[in-house]
């Protein structure tokens, strides 16, 4: 409706039958028609509130018959000031000035604040924590109390769940009877400044780019340009927005641009590199990337510049690399090849070419497996193919026009992991396979020599030992004589086997072990057979405990030689009672073997040298060669070993030498055992 319906003609004659004052409130008196026709007299007092894109008046009616202090309201006039009340879209609210408690909210109020109506009437801002900024409030009261109205106060303010939202509060002071009251009307910005934000934002956006924006208009005239722009060229934005492209691109006439920004709109976008100038008349590369964009009806070259200069110099950079690079790959004395998966030569080296018979511009293109001999073209193919199936780099040897070649295949892979190429170094090794097996038969000879002194060694001390055995036959006779050959009778053996152990370690060294599967419980009783009969004359206590099941470790022949020399330490050096214990066992993919003795113990060095802590050297006789032996074999399977004393309240009372192996039943499974400590 509008204002003329509900007022008589007298009293609207379409202008404002009232004047606003200083405070944005005007009074005047009129008839109200109801709806039945009766002319009511009424005294009108109209509030204006300014919202900057529209002046809104909010109207409070009474009937003459009644003062305007009074607290009845006739019930037409109370409907209808709370029907403009209500149906406002902003939040509205009444508050008594003199205690600040709300006297009504509107429901707009209602979903910003998150109180209901009922909730916050006879209470106060303050009470429901309604601002964000006492300061703000402080401001705001005091420009209401010396203006008596405040227009467009930007704030925060909370809603019940403590959540801040930016508004912008109007407010008036306005008297009715004996009372001021304070009409309050809250516009929510959460929307307005949210896009208020992201232009500011999209338009910082553009500025702070590293990159050159222009606009430009199809006649090629500068729109717009964005700080990066005026920091490249020099121009100020004043000069750029009075130039056209031509003045910028000395490359372009004006008729050759005008007639590419045509091509532009009917591409829809392009890229084109070119020179752009400065004020100076330098000159520098640039990329540009173009977009037509059409806006109600006007259309726009969208424009995105890059100076290239660095690209241009990186290029430069790059080319001169790729020349190191060629004398880099022209200087090696190995042939170098790169190839695509078809065999496609794209690159090599004048070494290659050279063994090829040909040149490196010949070469490059051609197809690998059709300059090779047949029979290395087939080999050739099967290790390239293999190498871009599984990306695996391999090395094999094989040999060309009486030439043996140790040749590396490399996969070289793209971004995606797969590979794109393969990379052949080929070294001729003819002249080092022959100094190989020259240096190889000197080792035989080597060898043989050491063997035949051993078996000359081994000769004399059996010599010696045989006429020691004789002359003990008779030490009934003379019993010190016996002791004193029985002990000669040991050094010998120990010096047999000690050349015996230095034979055995050069070999270890150089050659490589050929495991087998071994019943460990035989090893162990062929152990203890030649203890026993070595300590014959101690008379030893061994004792033996070992799982039911069978025990199988992968090892060569010499195993048992570790079990000796481990019981042959344990027995040696107890003077009385010697004994022994044994204890197998298996768990975890692995077989362990503890050998325990009642002895004096041994030193830390040797404890060093069992669990590999001792280095090999010279003076390895006197931290124990047959232990370092032991520990060396050992390490060859793929085992562990480690020793610790045995002590009863602080007195060493023996020794445990323990060893760790793979169990061969795992390994047959292909099970991959971990090797637990020794210990």
């Known amino acids: 409706m509008n204002i003329e319906d509900v007022l008589s003609p007298e009293g609207s004659d379409g202008s404002l039958p009232f004047e606003i004052n200083d405070d944005g409130i005007g009074e ?8 039945d026709g009766v002319d009511i007299p009424v005294d009108i007092r109209v509030v204006s509130i300014d919202e900057g894109e529209k002046l809104i008046y909010m109207a409070i009616i009474w009937e003459k018959s009644d003062p305007m202090n009074s607290k009845e309201e006739p019930e037409e006039n109370s409907d209808l000031n ?34 209901t109506r009922e909730e916050v009437i006879g209470r106060t801002t303050m009470d429901i924590d309604l601002w964000c900024r006492i300061d703000d409030r402080k401001a705001y009261v005091k420009e209401l109390e010396r203006m008596g109205k ?11 769940n403590g959540d801040e939202h930016p508004v912008s509060l109007s407010a008036s002071i306005v008297t009715v009877g004996n009372e001021r009251y304070i009409v309050t009307i809250c516009r929510d910005l959460r929307d307005t400044w949210e896009l208020s934000r992201l232009k500011n934002l999209a338009f910082q956006t553009l500025e702070k780019d590293d990159s050159m924006i222009l606009w430009i208009d199809m006649e090629g005239k500068v729109y717009y340009v964005n700080e990066t722009v005026t920091g490249y060229l020099g121009y100020t934005k004043k000069e750029l927005s009075r130039m056209y492209l031509w003045d910028i691109y000395p490359t372009y006439s004006k008729s050759k641009l005008i007639n590419f920004l045509k091509e532009v709109k009917e591409k829809g976008s392009t890229s084109v590199e070119t020179v752009m100038k400065r004020p100076d008349g330098r000159t520098f ?62 690159t090599c080296n004048a070494v290659a070419a050279e063994r090829l018979g040909r040149t490196v511009e010949q070469l490059i293109g051609m197809n690998l497996y059709a300059i090779l001999p047949d029979d290395v073209a087939r080999r050739r193919r099967e290790w390239i193919e ?14 060309r026009d009486d030439i043996l070649f140790n040749t590396h295949f490399y996969a070289i892979k793209n971004m995606d992991d797969e590979v794109e190429y393969v990379s052949i170094f080929a070294k001729d090794i003819t002249d080092l396979r022959k100094k190989e097996e020259q240096a190889r038969m000197e080792k035989e000879r080597a060898e043989l020599y050491l063997d035949l002194l051993l078996h000359d060694i081994g000769n004399i001390h059996q010599g010696i030992i045989s006429g020691i055995q004789l002359a003990s036959m008779v030490r009934e006779e003379a019993d010190t004589l016996g002791k004193v050959l029985s002990s000669m009778e040991n050094l010998a053996k120990r010096s047999i086997s000690l050349t015996s152990n230095i034979l055995l370690l050069s070999r270890l060294n150089r050659e490589d072990i050929i495991p087998k599967v071994r019943d460990l419980n035989i090893v162990i009783d062929r152990c203890l057979e030649r203890v026993r009969t070595d300590f014959m004359k101690k008379e030893p206590t061994i004792e033996i405990r070992k799982p039911s099941e069978m025990l199988f470790v992968q090892a060569d022949e010499h ?35 503890h050998i325990r003795d009642r002895g004096p113990g041994i ?9 590999g802590e001792q280095p090999l050297k010279k003076e390895a006789t006197r931290r124990g060669l047959g232990l370092i032996l032991a520990r060396t074999l050992v390490e060859r399977y793929g085992g562990d070993m480690d020793a610790s004393l045995i002590t009863d309240n602080g007195r060493i009372i023996g020794t445990d030498v323990s060893v760790i192996l793979k169990s061969a039943e795992g390994m047959q499974q292909g099970h991959d055992v971990d090797l637990p400590s020794a210990a």
Not at 28 to 35: D, N, T, V, Y
């Open 386 to 399: 293999y190498v871009f199936s599984t990306g695996e780099n391999i090395q094999k040897e094989d040999s």
């Open 28 to 35: 005047f008196s009129s008839r109200l028609k109801r709806a």
């Open 285 to 346: 590369p640039a990329e540009v990337y173009l977009n037509h964009l059409e806006l109600d009806g006007e259309e726009i070259i969208f424009a995105f510049v890059r100076d290239i200069s660095e690209r241009r110099r990186m290029e430069n950079l790059l080319a001169k690399s790729r020349m190191f690079e060629r004398g880099l790959i022209d200087s090696t004395l190995d042939s170098l090849l790169l190839i695509n998966r078809e065999g496609v030569i794209l």
């Open 82 to 115: 709370r029907a403009a009340f209500m149906t406002s879209h902003d939040p509205i609210m009444v508050s008594n000035l003199k205690d600040g408690k709300i006297i009504d909210v509107n429901d707009a109020f209602i979903p910003i604040s998150g109180w």
């Open 559 to 593: 195993l048992e030689m570790v079990f000796h020399i481990l019981m042959d330490n344990a027995l040696r050096y107890q003077k009385k009672d010697p004994f022994l214990e044994l204890e197998l066992d298996r768990k975890d993919g692995c077989v362990y073997i």
């Open 603 to 611: 030193d830390e060095k040797q404890l060093d040298v069992i669990r």
């Open 150 to 160: 405040v227009r467009h106060f930007q704030t925060y303010l909370k809603d019940r």
